[in-house]
Each structure stands twice: as C-alpha cells, then as structure tokens.
C-alpha cells in the first residue's frame, strides 16, 4: 500500500537472513504483497533447486504447510527488498498447484515455477525495454486496437483460461531501444477472471476498449462537471462522487459494483457558475480505505471512512487551520499529528484507530498531517505503515515516530541554523536524521564527541551521501575512526573551494533571470497602455511623441518607457558562458568527494 519508490539515500545495512533472530518475525504476515514490494521483514520460503522461486509466509501458512510436500520449502528470515515478489499467489500458480496436488506431480509445478522465476516481473505503465528480452502477447484477431500483455500477466492470469488462445506473441517483435507497457491494469484483470469463467472474449474485449479511452482523473484541481461521468456511493455521502476513470479502476467488475450509481448529468452551468467537481479518489485516505475494503471485501469499511472524511476537513499540503488532530497514544508528547481524514481512512480501517488519541490544540492552529504527501516524512511512515499492516503488529510504527517526529530533514551540503542538533567531531558532522538512520548503532557511534549540539553558526551534514557512509561503513569494520576523519577532513577543503563559489554564481545567475523577466514583464504592460492610447486618437493628428532613436518614438510617456525596459532586458545575459563552465568545473570536483 506504501508507495514503491526506493530511498533517495542508503539507510543502514540491514542484517542479513542469517544474522535475524527468527523471534522476529515467527508468525506469518496477515497479507500477501502479490506483485509489490514488501516493505517487512519476514519469512520467505524458496525451493532447493528452483532458483528464483519464493513465496510469501502468508500463501506458505494458507496452502503450503498443510500438505505433503511443506517440507520441499525452505524458510528463511529476508531483510525487505524491493525487487522480491511473490510467485506462489497468482491464479495460474495456485491452479498448477492444486492440479500437481491431486496428480502428486511435483515435477511439474516445480518446473513451472523454475520458468516463471526466468520471465521478467510486470513493470505496467513504466514500461519494459527489448533488452530485458521479455515476449508479448496481443489479440489474436487484432480485435483491440493497441492492447499488448507482458509475458508474466499472460502466465500468471491468461494461460490455463477458455481465453488463453485469444492472444498470441507478438509478431514481430519489440524492436530494439522500444519502451512497451503492459495493458494489463487491475481492472482488466478483474474483468478477465470473470470473462474467463463463461469464455466471453467479446466482455473483455469491450471492457479493454473502454478502458484504453478513458480520460486521466483531473484530481484534486477538479473538471468542469459535464465533461465526466460521476459515480457515487449508496448511501450518497454529501460531497462524494468519483470519476469515470477511477470508478472504472477501483470500483468497477469488483465485489462493490453494485454498491455505486452513476451521478446524473450535471448542466454545465447555472446561476452560481460554472459547476466543477472533484474527484473523490484524489483523497489519499479514500484510496487506502478502498484498498482495505477490498482486501476485506467489506464496503461498509469504505462507506463508514467516507463518510468521515467528506465530513472533516481536507488534508490540504499547506496544513489545516482549526482541525481535529490526533497522536500517538505511546507519545503524546512526539510531534507527530494526524488529522481527521487520515484517521477515518488509514488508521481505523486497518485496525489501529485505538493506538491514537484526540489532542485539543488552541482555536487558529494550522498545522500540517505527518501523513499528508507534502510532510517531510510521508514516504518513511508509509512504509512502516506497510510493514505493521503485513506483521499485524503497530510497535514498528510507533519505534519509528518516537525516534523521527520532529526530527528535521537533512540539509545535505547547505549550511542551516537554528535549533538542528548534530553528531560528530570537529572534523565532521551528521545531522539528527543522518545520526538516528545511519550513525547511531554503528561500532563507531560511541567514539564521536558531539551529540546532540546546537551550533550557532550553523552547519552541514557529511554523511548523508552513499561515499560518505560507504566510507564510515568501512571504517566501522577496520575500527579506524582516523581514515575516515582523513576522508571528512579532504572532502570539507573541496567543498570550501568548489560549493560556496558555486552557489554564489548560481544566485547571480537567478537574480539576473529575476531583473531580465521583471523588465519583459514591466515592457509588456507600458507598452501595451501605449498601444491603447496610440488605437484610441484620430488618423493624421498631429501629437507630440516620446523617445529617441534608440529605443524608436512612441505616442506616451510609458510607451517609451516599456521600449527602454525591452531594450535594457534583452541585454541581459542570463547565464554567461564561461560562468557555466566554471560552475561545471567545480561541480565536478565536488562530485568526486561528495
């Protein structure tokens, strides 16, 4: 459910399989992750012999253990990465599984698994380049114009089906250097499990059509209402419709179809103007609260969090002015709030409305939701978000909050002022984030002077770069705190050469882009009131004009004027030639130690 984009900086090596205490994690994960990264550290259970093949604990526990070839599967406690997947839960797997069971065939579901391991995972809309060399399947009849599967959606969810002989590889091929994308969304893929149960390609077909022409939801900006169609939930929630689009992507071939109505037309103006709507899907929390909905399939779980949400106010990216705000039971004292919307639709619905209580803040408070995709540390709490709903226990979340909220981000090579704590000696520094992520349990930890100092004057971070903390890695296992010192030391000298002069140049540069785009701005509008006046007198009326041959003659004052500003504008050399190539040169040298 998190969002599967990898950290911007590494975080601190993680333990390896072998060096976990099983106590960790003993229990299965309550859901299996299917085609997205676990974010958890759990169970994995492979094959001796069948490279590439694992399967979570959760499908392991729901139909491995039970049988008579459990103990083929090999458990073993995996740190999260991003490229691991399930391969056991997919249709094609489970049917192959069942059919092996009662055949007792294990030779050909162990080689099915063992060729599936070789075919790349699904990229969907990211797309596949030729050289990864994976194959494709469009229809067989052409019958849909533009549509093409990757060769895992066609195994995992197409072969084994009445609609298998549909589609058929591609011919010719994906040529080189080409980016495809696999149309194969989670609509279509509800669509197709239906459609393959009464061999009825033509619904399929239809329901792809349709799909391919839909519109991009307008989000949170809002459309004029009659150019969509709109959905709403039953009961109507005052404030709620969605669009057509994400109707079709969330709601639509699902177990809650029936559960929505289509809105009717709206005119496309009345007497307040013209009527806009938003989408409701544009709310982060309905989103997730579907998602939990469907993993329940319960729709009064999604109706009793919109209900709330569209009755609170919205989780706006510049913060909530007189909202109701929430925080975390454990540490009410943390910094870490979380409005009412996310409440309604993250928290209760997976079952953790009870580790928060209501916090009373004075009446004009604005802040901003710590869950809001705006706060700094979005990213990080949705990913332990993910790994306390796949362990089925919140502490994870908690630990992370007590030891981040309030925590600032890190500077990186700008020097910042105020109250940032740092870490370190006098030859180098780690801001609070760096400190508490990377630093802290590290051998050398103990050995730095400097713990939680205000500097006046302020500073910058230096182990916020992979160099750096591939460096001070290396210097934890030798035990040689004077290499790296060395390193921080050469690395601080470049930077008093290369990073100031460079922001200085690059200021200049901005400032110079500020006058340039401030004089073309102010010519427009004189010399358009020039215009107007020049429009306005008789033809042959003798009047008196304004400037001089350089900038031309003009009817007013202003005319002149906005000549002169155009003039003068496009004089300015933004970015001069020879200071890009100093700012490059000195780019590289601080790239080499940064």
């Known amino acids: 459910m998190s ?44 094959i001796p012999g069948v ?16 049988t008579r070839w459990a103990d083929r599967f090999h458990g073993e406690l995996q740190a999260p990465t991003l490229t691991r997947r399930c391969r056991f839960n997919t249709p094609r797997a489970r049917q192959l599984w069942s059919e092996a069971l009662r055949r007792d065939d294990w030779a050909s579901v162990s080689a099915y698994w063992a060729r599936r391991a070789q075919i790349a995972d699904c990229q969907g809309a990211r797309g596949l380049a030729a050289d990864v060399g994976t194959q494709w399947f469009h229809p067989t009849h052409r019958d849909i114009d533009g549509f093409g599967i990757c060769a895992a ?43 393959a149960t009464h061999n009825d390609w033509v619904a399929f077909s239809v329901a792809a059509l349709q799909a391919a022409r839909l519109p991009a939801c307008p989000g949170s900006a809002g459309v004029a209402a009659s150019k969509r169609s709109w959905f709403q939930p039953v009961p109507a929630i005052d404030g709620l419709v969605v669009c057509e689009t994400c109707y079709i992507n969330n709601v639509a071939a699902s177990f809650m179809e029936t559960n929505w109505v289509a809105v009717p037309a709206a005119p496309a103006f009345t007497a307040a103007g013209w009527q ?13 609260a579907c998602l939990k909905a469907t993993q329940d399939q319960d729709y009064p779980l999604l109706w009793r969090a919109a209900k709330t949400i569209f009755s609170t106010p919205y989780c706006a990216p510049a913060g909530i002015e007189n909202g109701t705000w929430h925080r975390l039971r454990c540490g009410q004292d943390l910094e870490f709030e979380l409005c009412a919307q996310c409440m309604a639709g993250i928290m209760v619905p997976f079952g953790f409305g009870d580790r928060f209580v209501q916090i009373p803040f004075p009446a004009g408070t604005k802040r901003l939701c710590d869950m809001n995709t705006s706060a700094p540390r979005q990213r990080d709490y949705y990913r332990k978000l993910d790994e306390a709903v796949s362990l089925g226990d919140f502490t994870c979340f908690e630990t ?3 030891r981040f909220a309030g925590v600032p981000p890190c500077p990186t090579y700008n020097i910042v002022k105020g109250c940032h704590r740092w870490y370190g000696n006098d030859e180098f520094l780690a801001c609070q984030q760096c400190w508490e992520e990377f ?34 890695m290396q210097a934890c296992n030798t035990g040689d705190l004077a290499s790296f010192t060395a390193a921080a030391q050469h690395r601080t000298s470049v930077y008093a050469q290369t990073v100031p002069h460079m922001q200085e140049l690059l200021a200049m540069a901005r400032m110079r882009l500020a006058q340039k785009q401030t004089l073309l701005f102010s010519s427009v509008m004189l010399q358009g009131a020039n215009n107007i006046v020049e429009a306005s007198r008789a033809p042959r009326t003798q009047t008196t004009t304004y400037g001089n041959s350089q900038v031309g003659y003009h009817a007013t004052p202003a005319g002149a004027q906005g000549a002169r500003d155009w003039h003068q504008a496009n004089n300015i050399t933004v970015v001069p030639g020879n200071e890009m190539v100093v700012v490059a040169q000195l780019e590289a040298m601080w790239k080499e130690v940064e």
């Open 276 to 288: 806009t709507r938003v989408c409701g899907f544009s709310v982060l929390p309905l989103k997730i």
């Open 51 to 66: 490279p590439g093949f694992e399967t979570c604990s959760h499908c392991y526990a729901s139909h491995i253990r039970q």
């Open 3 to 46: 969002p599967p984009v990898p950290p911007r900086i590494p975080r601190r090596p993680v333990p390896t399989a072998t060096s976990i205490s099983p106590s960790t994690s003993a229990s299965p994960i309550t859901i299996c992750p299917e085609n997205d990264p676990l974010y958890a550290t759990a169970f994995w259970y492979s």
């Open 153 to 195: 959606c066609y195994e995992d969810l197409v072969c084994g089906t009445s609609l298998a002989g549909r589609l058929t590889p591609a011919n010719p091929g994906q040529p080189a250097g080409e980016l495809w994308s696999c149309k194969m969304t989670p609509y279509l893929r509800r669509v197709l499990l239906r459609a």
């Open 400 to 402: 992370y909050a007590r």
């Open 439 to 472: 630093v802290r349990d590290t051998p050398l930890a103990n050995n730095l002077v400097h713990k939680g100092v205000v500097l006046p004057d302020g500073a910058c971070c230096d182990l916020y770069s992979p160099r750096m903390r591939q460096l001070w």
